[in-house]
Structures are given as structure tokens and as C-alpha cells.
């Protein structure tokens, strides 16, 4: 494997790359966002970076820039460590959650117009996504559902891992709680600080792959990084003094390399889990119930008051609890509504180009 592959780096990007490299453009994987300003790693090397002019005349939605785990095309200046970047390249996926919205104006009927109805990207290029969550009294479920939703929208695979498990006398209860809820994924129960199971993780952490922590703050997300990186940390230390951060505040994501070539990408905490994706996806998340509504009289059951709801029954029966029920019903109506509003934004924002072009 070559320094590039253990980045990341494969044939989806290689033929996306060959327009770029007949202009003389270099491929690089963005390590830190800050502002505007990037920080990319290119072949050994660490180059500070801001997109090119003609970029963020194009770049109108907050997607287009750049995130950390893209790969992008730079111009390097000479004499220097810094590049302009020209193009993000296509993302092989991507986590997102939704922004709340923001400006717009309220209608009379309640309804904002315009505003922006926009999905933030944290992390791109990701192979396994693990959602980590504490045994202590931070536990929910209900949030871990929210996460397997998001991470199943980005395209990675979704591991969950449940940490503190020295802080949990009943660790068996949660990890049979989560099995309930996390169908299909492998749960792993750990204690970072007290070096439990740690081996658990490394079917994941093999050499060209990426993976990225996800979960609120607190829950051990850096202290799991940082024991992974182990040596590699003195390294770690380097870039946050590059980029004049701190160690402990992690207000964003940031890519870290592991010396056997696997990549890691630290999230900060997100508070807000707002969900991002079409319904579709909950034929994933929420597998377990969409199986069992297969079997209701009507195809499109809401699974409420309609005769034949094998739903229902399923709930009736015991088979399915009535907190899962709810959350399915929770998350179908949010992506709805967020359908609702994704399409009202494309109307103002295509109004908008239409706007700049007559200029
Ligand atoms: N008891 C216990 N504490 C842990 C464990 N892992 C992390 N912590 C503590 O939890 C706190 C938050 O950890 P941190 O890695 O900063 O969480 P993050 O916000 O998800 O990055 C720190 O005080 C850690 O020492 C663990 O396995 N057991
Ligand atoms: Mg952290
Ligand atoms: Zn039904």
C-alpha cells in the first residue's frame, strides 16, 4: 500500500482525480476545518489552506466546501506550506445531520419561507461509523436510534460501542436494550480507561480504511482516539500546535493517522441530532418493524387505527415495545417534515441562482 491508499485513497478517486491532474492539481485529505481555513495532509506533509476565489463564487451551499475527510485538488504555493484549494472531490459518502433553521421569513400561515433548510456535513469518506455511547446515567437509547438513522443515511457501516462499562454493573441489561434497537449491528461493550475489550475494535481498523466516533460530548469519544493513537499521540500534539488548538477542545471534527494506515476522525459533541435523509432509510434503521408492517392489510398503514395492523399487533403481542413504536412514528414524521422543507429551500434557492444570473 502506497502512503496514498493508506489515506484512503482508491480507484473512485483515482478517476475522478485524472481531470484534475492534467491541470497540475494535487490530491490531498482534509486533517482540520477551522473557519476558512483548512489543514490537508499531503504526502507526509501538512499544508494550511484556504479555497480558491473562484470556489466560493460557485460553492453556494454550506455542502460544497470542504469537510474533514475530503479529499481535495490544491494548487501548492511555492516556497511555502500553504495551498489554495480548487475542487472538493466527489465524496464516496458522507455523515450529515440537519442544521436548524436559520433566517427565512415567517408566512402567515406559520410556515417560514425561505431560511435555510441546509445539512451540515461533519465527516466524509467514512468506512465504519461508531456510535459511542456511556453506561452511565447519559444513556439513551432513543438518541442512539437517532444516530444508527444518520449514520445508515451516510452509506458507512454503523458499529456501536458502549462505553464506562466499569462504571455499569449490568452491562449484559444495556447491551440486550441495544440489540432491541440496533438491528443488524455489531455492539461492542468497552471500558477505554480501565482497558476493556478494546480489541474488539480492530476488525474496523485496518490499514486504508476511516473511521469516525460519533456520540455526545462526554461520552469518550477522545479518550478512545487518543488510546488508539497511543505514541502516534505525540504526532497528534504537533498538528494542534500547527493549527493553535488546543488538545481538549474539540469544537470540530479532526482526522488523525494511525502509524498502522488507518485513519481516525474525532466529532466533537453534537447536541442537536436532527435527522437528515429520506424515509427511505428507516427500512434500515427501524428493519425490525418494517418487516413486521409488510404484513399489515394495507400498504400504506400507519400503523394507528387501521384494521389488519400487523403492527399492532406486533406491539400487542410484546414482540416490539411501545417506546420503539413511537420512535418510529417520531422519525417518519421529522423526515416528512424535513422533505417538506428540503423541497421549499430548493424552490427559494433555485429562485435565488436564477436571481444571480440576471445580474
Ligand atoms: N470511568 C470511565 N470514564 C471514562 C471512560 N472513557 C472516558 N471516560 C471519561 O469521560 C470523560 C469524557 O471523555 P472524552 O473522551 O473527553 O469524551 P468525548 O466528549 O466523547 O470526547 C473524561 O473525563 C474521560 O476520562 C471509561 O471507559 N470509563
Ligand atoms: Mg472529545
Ligand atoms: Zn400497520
Known amino acids: 500500500m502506497n502512503a496514498q491508499q493508506v489515506m484512503g485513497w482508491n480507484t473512485f478517486f483515482e478517476q475522478h ?4 491532474k492534467e491541470k497540475g492539481l494535487l490530491p490531498a485529505r482534509v486533517v482540520t476545518k477551522h473557519g476558512h481555513s483548512y489543514q490537508l495532509y499531503f504526502e507526509g ?4 489552506a484556504k479555497v480558491a476565489g473562484r470556489f466560493r463564487y460557485h460553492a453556494y451551499l454550506k455542502k460544497h466546501f470542504p469537510v474533514v475527510g475530503d479529499w481535495v485538488v490544491f494548487r501548492h504555493i511555492e516556497n511555502s506550506n500553504e495551498a489554495i484549494i480548487h475542487a472538493v472531490m466527489p465524496r464516496k459518502n458522507c455523515f450529515v445531520r440537519k442544521l436548524p433553521i436559520s433566517g427565512g421569513r415567517r408566512m402567515s400561515n406559520g410556515i417560514i419561507e425561505g431560511g435555510t433548510t441546509e445539512e451540515q456535513v461533519i465527516a466524509a469518506n467514512i468506512d465504519t461509523s461508531f456510535i459511542v455511547s456511556g453506561l452511565d446515567q447519559d444513556f439513551d437509547l432513543r438518541r442512539i436510534e437517532r444516530f444508527i438513522t444518520l449514520v445508515y443515511n451516510s452509506g458507512s457501516q454503523p458499529v456501536v460501542i458502549l462505553n464506562k462499562t466499569d462504571l455499569c454493573d449490568n452491562v449484559s441489561d444495556f447491551v440486550n436494550h441495544v440489540r432491541d434497537i440496533a438491528i443488524n449491528i455489531p455492539i461492542l461493550a468497552i471500558s477505554v480507561e480501565k482497558n476493556i475489550n478494546m480489541d474488539a475494535l480492530c476488525p474496523y481498523l485496518q490499514p486504508g480504511k476511516t473511521v469516525v466516533f460519533l456520540g455526545s460530548s462526554g461520552v469518550g469519544k477522545s479518550t478512545i482516539t487518543n488510546a488508539l493513537l ?3 499521540k505525540q504526532k497528534k500534539q504537533t498538528i494542534s500546535t500547527a493549527t493553535g488548538k488546543g488538545r481538549h ?12 494506515g488507518y485513519t481516525i476522525i474525532d466529532t466533537p459533541g453534537l447536541r442537536e441530532v436532527q ?7 428507516l427500512e434500515q434503521s427501524f428493519n425490525d418493524i418494517r418487516e413486521i408492517a409488510n404484513g399489515c392489510r394495507y400498504q400504506d398503514c400507519r400503523h394507528d387505527k387501521e384494521p389488519g395492523c400487523a403492527v399492532k ?3 400487542q403481542n410484546e414482540w416490539i415495545s411501545g417506546e420503539r413504536l413511537e420512535s418510529y412514528k417520531k422519525q417518519i414524521a421529522e423526515l416528512q417534515r424535513l ?6 429551500f430548493e424552490r427559494y434557492i433555485s429562485r435565488k441562482m436564477k436571481h ?3 445580474k
Open 275 to 281: 435527522l437528515w435523509g429520506e424515509e427511505k432509510v
Open 45 to 48: 506533509q501538512f499544508l494550511t
Open 17 to 20: 482525480y485524472q481531470n484534475y
Open 230 to 232: 497511543g505514541e502516534a
Open 356 to 358: 444571480k444570473r440576471h
Open 339 to 344: 422533505d417538506e422543507k428540503k423541497k421549499q
Open 249 to 260: 477542545t474539540t469544537t470540530s471534527a479532526e482526522l488523525m493517522i494511525h502509524p498502522t
Open 313 to 315: 399487533q406486533a406491539f
